[in-house]
């Protein structure tokens, strides 16, 4: 038989019973404060670093979108691209130059003067003109724009002729494709979108084609994150192109002798989602590169200007 051993002492229990005639209620969980009311946080913008142009836009473009930058030959729009590059390296984001108007190696001599280090920006040679290759000292340019081996990996293998012909949509959007995988692109700009159309139509895409085309590529980028300027020759009023009915804003530039010497206006003609400056501003091209005034132009009593001569 087992002994019984004696209860150990338990410690008493304290149980909270509450006075007779009161009922308990159990303990509400916690409740969250409210959050502070404030203007809520302003949405990040993606900046030119051009303080006239930035505060024409509120403060930037709203980020991951397609915007066009149009005006006549010579107006600017492949420095303004090129600035708005240059400030996405600054902010060390990687930038993509797809370059189709001219060859890398041409861009680069048309802004010596100016001093600017290009040599971050990854370029996509576009350009059907590979004559540019030809010469020892223009490879070499290449090389300085960035790295050869990036170069080679970006040119299509399967490129039939050394002419326009493969300059497709489809062929940049694919290129443009297999460099998104490796590197996180930013800031693209695409100078110019009148060349890749041009290209298109010799190519004998139908207009339908060439808008779908627009469309993923463009789609496909701000899925990306990235933030897009396409510069384009200004189109007539009543010919509405792909490019323009697709981008969420549009930056135009513009330039006329008076007298002897060259003005030159940028205006924001139209931006979704955003509020922004409509009146236009002179700006200057001077030793480093676009500067835009601050006020508006009132040369012109702030209209826009008719096409440049
Ligand atoms: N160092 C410089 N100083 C002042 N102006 C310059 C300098 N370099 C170029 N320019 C001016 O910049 C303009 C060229 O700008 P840009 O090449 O960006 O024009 P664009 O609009 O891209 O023309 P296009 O449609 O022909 O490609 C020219 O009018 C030229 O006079
Ligand atoms: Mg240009």
Not at 81 to 109: H, M, N, S, T, W
Not at 190 to 208: C, K, N, P, W, Y
Not at 214 to 242: D, H, M, N, W
Request: glycine share 8%; net charge positive.
């Amino acid at each position: 038989m087992i002994p019984l051993r004696p209860l150990e002492r338990l410690p008493p229990v304290r149980v909270n019973v509450p006075p007779p005639g009161v009922k308990q209620v159990a303990p509400s969980p916690p409740v969250a404060k409210p959050p502070a009311i404030g203007p809520s946080p302003p949405a990040a913008r993606t900046k030119f670093g051009i303080r006239g142009l930035d505060s024409m836009l509120g403060g930037g473009l709203l980020p991951a979108r397609p915007y066009l930058l149009s005006g006549p030959t010579g107006s600017g729009k492949t420095l303004l691209g090129l600035q708005f590059l240059l400030e996405g390296i600054r902010l060390d984001e990687k930038v993509l130059l797809v370059a189709v108007d001219e060859p890398p190696a041409e861009i680069l001599d048309n802004v010596r003067s100016f001093r600017w280090d290009l040599s971050r920006i990854h370029t996509l040679d576009a350009n059907p003109g590979l004559q540019a290759f030809r010469r020892l000292g223009d490879v070499q340019e290449i090389k300085a724009l960035h790295d050869v081996k990036s170069m080679q990996e970006m040119t299509d293998p399967n490129r039939k002729t050394q002419t326009g012909e493969d300059i497709s949509l489809q062929s940049i959007y694919l290129k443009l494709r297999r460099q998104l995988e490796v590197v996180p692109f930013r800031r693209v700009l695409i100078d110019s979108m009148t060349a890749v159309r041009h290209f298109a139509l010799r190519a004998g895409e139908d207009l339908q084609t060439e808008r779908t085309e627009i469309q993923s590529l463009l789609r496909f980028l701000s899925e990306k994150g990235v933030t897009t300027l396409l510069t384009s020759q200004p189109s007539p009023p009543t010919v509405l192109t792909p490019e323009t009915v697709l981008c969420r804003g549009e930056i135009s530039l513009s330039r006329q002798w008076v007298g002897h010497s060259m003005e030159r206006w940028i205006w924001v003609s139209r931006m979704r989602g955003m509020a922004h400056d409509t009146r236009m501003r002179s700006f200057h091209i001077g030793t480093d590169g676009i500067t835009v005034a601050s006020g508006e132009a009132s040369e012109t009593g702030g209209q826009a200007p008719a096409t440049s001569p």
